[in-house]
């Protein structure tokens, strides 16, 4: 049984940054794809980052790139997104989702319907 979980989120002032962290168990192969998608209500799901299995492919949503880091320890089955200049419009529910594929990332790759794994999400909400 495949479990994603996030963590990290929380309620910070703009210009702070955050870490939020997420774990994926269960998976029964190596090659798999992870991203970060947030949501507000009302709105769609929309993609953050995605990075491949070995770490060495990203993908960024163009809104986002230079705040926004995306890694992963494959050793720890752990993946991160480092949010640093955190904005108000930042406010959102956090997901974390993986997917079985070992190739590289691209905008084709990191979109919602792409994924079969999701978290529960986890809050962030950022005061002005």
């Known amino acids: 049984q495949v479990q994603v979980v996030e963590s990290g989120g929380g309620l910070v002032q703009a210009g702070e940054s955050l870490r939020l962290s997420c774990t994926a168990s269960?998976?029964?192969?190596?090659?798999?794809?992870m991203g970060w998608f947030r949501q507000t209500p009302g709105k769609e799901r929309e993609e953050i980052a995605c990075?491949?299995?070995?770490?060495?492919?990203?993908y960024y949503v163009d809104s986002l790139r230079g705040r926004f880091t995306i890694s992963r320890d494959n050793a720890k089955n752990t993946l991160y997104l480092q949010m640093n200049n955190l904005e108000p419009e930042d406010t959102a529910m956090y997901y974390c989702?993986?997917?079985?594929?070992?190739?590289?990332?691209?905008?084709?790759?990191?979109?919602?319907?792409?994924?079969?794994?999701w978290g529960q999400g986890t809050q962030v909400t950022v005061s002005s």
């Open positions: 990075i491949s299995w070995s770490g060495t492919s990203t």
């Open positions: 989702a993986a997917q079985r594929y070992g190739g590289n990332v691209d905008r084709k790759i990191c979109r919602e319907w792409i994924f079969a794994y």
């Open positions: 269960g998976l029964t192969t190596d090659d798999y794809v």
